[in-house]
Every structure is written in structure tokens, then in C-alpha cells.
């Protein structure tokens, strides 16, 4: 027994190495190939062997009869006459001959391949893959196959212009015929049985050369169960070598921090307090805290996030936010000083237009050096500058999704480690946040302070623009105030900035000279920006016409009415976030919709947001309306990049891969078990060379 357990933990090391070294093992992989496998994110035999096809050509020879127009096939025939090769110009040629199949003659057309000529002769048996054309009952080659393509479905892989997919095909027979004996398998064996996955090896196999459609088809499903299960067992990894370093234990004031909270101008939510108690009790223990704080716009996550900062400063830390943008930093910052200020913590902010060099930016970074400020806020140049922090011991982000996966790291690897607190309002549906978020814990603010009232939501043609003034003004008349949002013109900031002040002067004409206008817009200065903010919030303009850079965090409780012009132009996500600019208070709040959709997605789109506040709702539908990368607006989502599977598609087995892998991971005796142990060794590899995910 003894014996057997020291064989099998020396192979495990072994084997692990074998396929772990670079394609440079392989023949005639010189440094030029794996700088172009490289480009395709292949550095190892594993890389290679997991490079799946996306699609399988089909050349196994089929019968004419079972034939469907414009598909490609593959026939076998004899050749029926000498080809005839036509030529246009210099460069242009035309390759015809017949084919005889049974009982049946059909033409045969390469363009372009004239130097097949030699490969025809009368008489000869040959195989050809192309496009079937029905009505003239002609194939139109694509090629020409040697003997060992017939007879099976071929993969089609991701290649590039470096690295051409016949080489890859390859390449990729070469690393499996020589190495096959070297997969042993990932997924533990009882895991393989319940779902009734293949074994690795198998799977492989019939991943790149499946003798059959079906046999293709199980492969893939159990290959997508594996980079699931890969996936998040490498994010529960982190999270347990995290979890043994010795993280900061901050020993906050637990009656000063109560003083903090009754002095808040109300009452926190019972979600707020589960919230803090559960950021409060991480910060404590002196493990590194790694927690997602996720609430839906408006549900106020950020006196949640002051509470933790004050608990922090009481303990004798400093404390840092970063926003995604400078209007939300200069916002938080104005914010957390008016808070603290009663307290005597000290709150710094970092803009970039405090410029590099200027005496005002080193007496704030010497400040924050020698602790002079408690708590500083700023963009993510907070991560990247030469900041110094005295005693650092708490990092919140706000708006996470909007700082990458890279992100994250480099902030958790910067000097001591801090404890991490990131913020989101994007609501992403549970088993996708797991996907993101994995290696992360989260706390849940599930609800809205008391006495709001969801935002009504109208949908208005075009046409009726003059109502919707009409019946902003109505508001206005009761000292509220109104976001004006001007369509997104994709990729051109140019236009959406001629947009901006052509709606600016409408509204302008309308509304002068009773109220207000102010127009801000991305062009503008980070001050000047400010500034117009500035004049909103304090309520001496009464209208604000933007562009979306009003998007995330932009608080101003008295606006009770955002108009957005083409809504159609919008994700749901991003019409989600801009209408959480209003229903900030107990005023009853309404946004209006203008649009014309052209298309049904964009009719369903409107029709959604007409019919629920409730992100969660919205977040489902934005999933079924579009594809995984553009959940979150855009391709910082942070979602990952999967090879074969698709986590909306696949989302039942995405749910089981993750709940196993976090199971298993978790396990005290993982790294010894037999049945894991294969799993750890492959985990410490792809872990310890950098902390980071690609
Ligand atoms: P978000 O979660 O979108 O960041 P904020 O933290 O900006 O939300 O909070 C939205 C508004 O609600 C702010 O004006 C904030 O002061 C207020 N607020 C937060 N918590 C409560 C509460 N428990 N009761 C009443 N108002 C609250
Ligand atoms: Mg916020």
C-alpha cells in the first residue's frame, strides 16, 4: 500500500512536467513557431493539446443523394475525362473535370489550383472536399485529400497569419501521437462517473480526430466540463493559498465604530449592517480579506464602505478608495470629508490634475506617506504612481467591474497586503458572479433604504419629445432637478460631443430663462467637469445635459427625472445605471426613454426597462438579448475567455463544474488525497509562475 502510494505521488510529478514542457520538444519548432503559438496563447504540450478545433470539416465521402445545397462535403469518385484548365489573365485560372460517383456524372470546378493537373488522371480514384451546388449539380473543390485525411471529420482550429491551420493540424497529431501516454486525468474519477465524462485521454482524442459526429459531441461536453471545473478550481486555489498567508489584523474601536454609525443621518439597512459585520469580522481576523461588496445602484454601498474605512483609521490605518473616474472620486471624496470631518480623520484626494511635480501633489503624497491623511482617494493612478502609504491596511474599489482582472492582482500585490473590499452595482446574475468573482467572498446589500420608490419608467416616440419637456418642466416647478442624456454614437466621440450641445441649445431655448442649464461631457477638463457638477449638486442648475459620462456613482438625491434620448443605442446594463441616478431619495422619480428601436432586441430592450427596476431582472435579460461579453457593456467585464465552453449557453454544467471545484479545493487533505493529488500538482504549476490569469 505504502509502496504503491510512493510510485503513484512519484509519477504524478513526472507526468505533470512532461506535458508541462514548451512546444519546443516537438520536430521543427524552431524559436519562429513558438512565438507564433505563442500569439495564440500556446506555450506547452498541455496548451497545444487543449487548443480544441472551433468546427470539424466533414470528409468523409458522402452519397449524392444525401447532398444539401451549399454544404460542405466530401465525395469520392472516379475521374471521368482529362482535366481542362482555363486561364484569365496572369493570375486567375480555372480547373474542370468529371467526376463519376456510382451511377452518376457531376462536374468538379477548383479555382485557381491549376497545379492540381497533375494529381487528376482519367481513371484514377480521388476525394474531393468542397461546396455542393445543387442546381447545377456542380462541386465547386476546395480540396484536393491525400489518403490519411479520408474517412474522418478533421478540426478546424483558431489559427493566424504566422501559423497556417494546416501546420497546427499537425502539430497537434505530432504532440498527441507522442505524448498521449503523458494525459493523465484532471477531473477525479468520481466526478468522471456521476456525470459520465470520458477519460482525458479519451476525450483528446476525440476532441481533435473524432471518428464520428457523436463521438465529437461527448468529447466537447465533457471538455467544457473541465474548463469549468479548471477554471474556477485554479480561482478556489488562490483563494486557499491567500486564505494561509497571514493578512493584517485590523483591531478597529468596536464602540468608536458604533458612535460612527448611530451619528449617520439614518437608519442603515438591514442588508447595510449584515454588510458591515461581515467586512468588519474579515478585517479583524489576521487573514488577507478578499470581499466583493455587491448592491444594486442606489442601495448604498458607499456609507458602507465609509463605515469600513473609519473602523480601519480607528485601528490606527490608513485607508484607500479608487473610483473609476475623477467626477466619482472628486464625489467621494467631497462626500467622506463632510462625514468625517466631525470624526477628525483626515481625507485626501489624488486627481490627475494635481500635476506630477507640483509642490501641492508632493505635500499631499508626503502627507500620506507620514499618515497625515487617514484616507485617500483617487483613480487607479492610486495603484500605479509613486504613492507611499505610512500604514495601509484597507483598499476599497468602487465600481469593480470597471477596473480588469489585472487590475485586482496588481493591487493585492502591492506592498503589505492590505485588506480588499471591491465595490459593484453591476448585477450579475449569481452563477456568472461566481465566474468573475470566484476567488472572492461577497456580501449581498439585497434591498433599498426604506421609503424609496422604484423609478417609473416611460417609453416615448421621437415624436413626442415636446411632452417630455413638458413634463420635465413639471418637475423642475417643484425644485427638482433633471438629467438629460444624449445618445451614444459608437465610436465617434466627435459626434457624441456635437450631439451634447445641439441638445444643450434645444433645451436651452426651452427652459430659459426660468431655469438653468449646465452640459457636461467626457472632452471636458477633470476641474472643469467638476466644476459643472458642482452647480448641479448644489441645485443652481437645474438641468444637466450630459453625455454618459454621468453613468456610475454620480449622486445628486434631488434630480427625480433622467431623460435618455436614442435609449435604443443602450445596453440594458448601461440603461440600468444611468436611470440609478435618480430614485436617490423619496421623491418619486421617473425616466423617460426616447427611442424608435429599428430592430426587435431593441424593442425588447425598451420594454424590459419599462417593466422592472430590479437589476437582477434586467441583468437576466440583458443575457438572453446579447452575448456573454457584452453583459457588462463592454470588454472590461473581467468575464473570462473559455476555449469551449460557453457560460451562457452551458450554464447548468458552468454551475456544477464550479460547486465541485470549490468543494473539492476547499478539502483539508487536497493536495495529498490520490484522488486530487493530480489535480494539486497541475494547480501549483499554473499558479506559482505569476499570480495572474490569462
Ligand atoms: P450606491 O450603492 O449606488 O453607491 P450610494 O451609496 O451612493 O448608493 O447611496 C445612495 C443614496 O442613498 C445616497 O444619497 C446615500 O446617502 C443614501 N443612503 C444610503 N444608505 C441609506 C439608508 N440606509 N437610508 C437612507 N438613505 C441611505
Ligand atoms: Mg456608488
Request: a positive charge; charged letters at 20%; aromatic letters at 8%.
Amino acid at each position: 500500500m505504502i509502496c504503491q502510494s510512493v510510485f503513484f505521488r512519484k509519477e504524478v510529478i513526472n507526468l505533470t512536467n512532461v506535458l508541462n514542457q514548451s512546444v519546443s520538444v516537438l520536430k521543427g519548432v524552431g524559436p519562429k513557431t513558438v512565438a507564433a503559438l505563442q500569439h495564440l496563447k500556446i506555450f506547452t504540450l498541455e496548451d497545444l493539446l487543449m487548443a480544441y478545433p472551433f468546427r470539424y470539416d466533414d470528409y468523409r465521402p458522402k452519397a449524392l443523394a444525401e447532398l444539401i445545397d451549399q454544404e460542405k462535403i466530401t465525395l469520392r469518385g472516379t475521374v471521368a475525362n482529362p482535366p481542362v484548365v482555363t486561364r484569365f489573365g496572369r493570375k486567375k485560372n480555372r480547373l474542370n473535370f468529371r467526376l463519376l460517383l456510382d451511377q452518376d456524372v457531376i462536374l468538379v470546378t477548383f479555382f485557381n489550383q491549376a497545379y492540381l493537373a497533375d494529381k487528376i488522371e482519367t481513371g484514377a480514384e480521388v476525394t474531393v472536399f468542397g461546396k455542393w451546388d445543387s442546381s447545377r449539380q456542380r462541386l465547386t473543390g476546395m480540396k484536393l485529400l491525400t489518403f490519411n485525411r479520408n474517412d474522418r471529420l478533421a478540426g478546424i482550429y483558431r489559427s493566424s497569419k504566422e501559423i497556417k491551420q494546416t501546420k497546427l493540424q499537425s502539430l497537434i497529431k505530432e504532440a498527441y501521437l507522442k505524448f498521449n501516454a503523458e494525459i493523465t486525468n484532471l477531473v477525479p474519477a468520481d466526478l468522471r462517473q456521476r456525470y459520465h465524462l470520458l477519460d482525458r485521454k479519451q476525450m483528446i482524442h476525440d476532441m481533435h480526430f473524432p471518428l464520428s459526429a457523436a463521438a465529437a459531441q461527448a468529447a466537447k461536453r465533457s471538455a467544457i466540463y473541465e474548463e469549468f471545473f479548471l477554471f474556477q478550481a485554479r480561482l478556489q486555489y488562490l483563494k486557499r493559498i491567500d486564505q494561509k498567508k497571514s493578512g493584517l489584523q485590523i483591531n478597529y474601536h468596536n464602540d468608536q465604530v458604533k458612535k460612527f454609525i448611530s451619528g449617520l443621518p439614518f437608519e442603515l439597512t438591514t442588508a447595510q449592517k449584515r454588510s458591515v459585520n461581515q467586512i468588519c469580522h474579515d478585517m479583524h481576523r489576521p487573514i488577507h480579506m478578499n470581499r466583493l461588496l455587491q448592491g444594486d445602484v442606489g442601495s448604498g454601498k458607499t456609507v458602507v464602505a465609509a463605515i469600513a474605512m473609519y473602523a480601519a483609521v480607528t485601528a490606527g490605518f490608513q485607508a484607500a478608495l479608487m473610483a473609476p473616474t475623477e467626477i466619482l472620486a472628486a464625489q467621494h471624496a467631497e462626500k467622506l470629508f463632510q462625514l468625517f470631518q466631525p470624526w477628525g480623520v483626515s481625507v485626501g484626494l489624488l486627481t490627475s490634475s494635481i500635476t506630477a511635480g507640483s509642490r501641492q501633489r508632493q505635500e499631499l503624497l508626503h502627507q500620506v506617506a507620514t499618515g497625515k491623511i487617514n484616507i485617500l482617494i483617487g483613480t487607479h493612478a492610486l495603484i500605479q504612481t509613486e504613492v507611499k502609504f505610512e500604514r495601509l491596511g484597507l483598499v476599497i474599489t468602487d465600481e469593480q467591474h470597471r477596473f480588469g482582472v489585472n487590475q485586482r492582482q496588481a493591487l493585492r500585490l502591492k506592498g503589505i497586503q492590505p485588506d480588499v473590499l471591491a465595490m459593484t452595482a453591476t448585477p450579475i446574475p449569481r452563477t456568472l458572479a461566481l465566474t468573475t468573482y470566484g476567488e472572492m467572498d461577497v456580501s449581498l446589500i439585497n434591498e433599498l433604504p426604506k421609503g424609496r420608490k422604484p423609478v417609473k419608467t416611460f417609453w416615448l416616440k421621437p415624436t413626442q419629445l415636446q411632452q417630455a419637456f413638458d413634463f420635465i418642466k413639471q418637475q423642475l416647478i417643484k425644485q427638482q432637478q433633471a438629467y438629460l442624456v444624449t445618445p451614444l454614437v459608437a465610436e465617434s466621440e466627435a459626434l457624441d460631443l456635437q450631439n451634447a450641445e445641439q441638445l444643450f441649445t434645444d433645451t436651452q431655448k426651452f427652459f430659459s430663462p426660468e431655469y438653468q442649464v449646465g452640459l457636461i461631457h467626457g472632452k471636458m477638463k477633470s476641474d472643469e467637469k467638476q466644476r459643472v457638477m458642482q452647480r448641479f449638486k448644489s441645485g443652481k442648475l437645474n438641468i444637466l445635459v450630459a453625455t454618459t459620462v454621468i453613468e456610475v456613482g454620480v449622486d445628486v438625491p434631488q434630480a427625480s427625472v433622467i431623460m435618455i434620448l436614442n435609449a435604443d443605442r443602450f445596453g440594458l446594463a448601461q440603461l440600468h445605471q444611468l436611470r440609478g441616478r435618480v430614485g436617490r431619495s423619496n421623491l418619486q422619480s421617473f425616466c423617460l426613454l426616447i427611442a424608435d428601436p429599428k430592430n426587435e432586441a431593441g424593442i425588447q430592450r425598451m420594454q424590459a426597462m419599462v417593466a422592472t427596476t430590479d437589476g437582477f431582472v434586467i441583468a437576466q435579460k440583458d443575457l438572453e438579448l446579447r452575448g456573454q461579453g457584452e453583459i457588462l457593456g463592454n470588454k472590461q467585464s473581467g468575464l473570462p475567455d473559455f476555449r469551449v465552453g460557453d457560460p451562457i449557453k452551458d450554464l447548468k454544467i458552468l454551475e456544477v463544474a464550479q460547486m465541485d471545484a470549490a468543494e473539492l479545493v476547499q478539502r483539508p487533505d487536497f493536495a495529498t488525497n490520490q484522488q486530487t493529488s493530480q489535480l494539486a500538482a497541475y494547480l501549483r504549476f499554473k499558479v506559482q509562475p505569476k499570480l495572474s490569469f490569462d
